[in-house]
Nanobody, 127 residues
């Protein structure tokens, strides 16, 4: 049974930084490409960032490019989302997700491609 546990959310001011972490247990972390999504009430969950199994490929939604960085540490079974220069519009519940794939360089922005999801962590950015 795969479990994903996020941490690192909180209340910050505009311009501040946060680092989210997501740890996978129950399976071999290196077998999964990983993604971060976010959701605000009344809206669909949206893609934020993804990273391949190897860590060599990444992709971001346009609104976070240059501010957010996704990374992974396969030895620690953990994926990170470093968020700099946070804006009020980044306020959301952030979810990590795992895609079980044999392709070492696969990345995907589609929610339906992900097999497992964490419970989410709240990020609130005040102006």
């Amino acid at each position: 049974q795969v479990q994903l546990v996020e941490s690192g959310g909180g209340l910050v001011q505009a311009g501040d930084s946060l680092r989210l972490s997501c740890t996978l247990s129950g399976r071999t972390f290196a077998s999964y490409s990983m993604g971060w999504f976010r959701q605000v009430p009344g809206k669909e969950r949206e893609f934020v960032a993804t990273i391949s199994r190897s860590g060599e490929r990444t992709q971001y939604t346009d609104s976070v490019k240059g501010r957010f960085t996704i990374s992974r540490d396969n030895a620690k079974n953990t994926v990170y989302l470093r968020m700099n220069n946070l804006k009020p519009e980044d306020t959301a519940v952030y979810y990590c997700a795992a895609d079980n794939t044999w392709l070492s360089d696969k990345i995907t922005t589609r929610r339906t491609d992900y097999d497992y999801w964490g419970q989410g962590t709240q990020v609130t950015v005040s102006s």
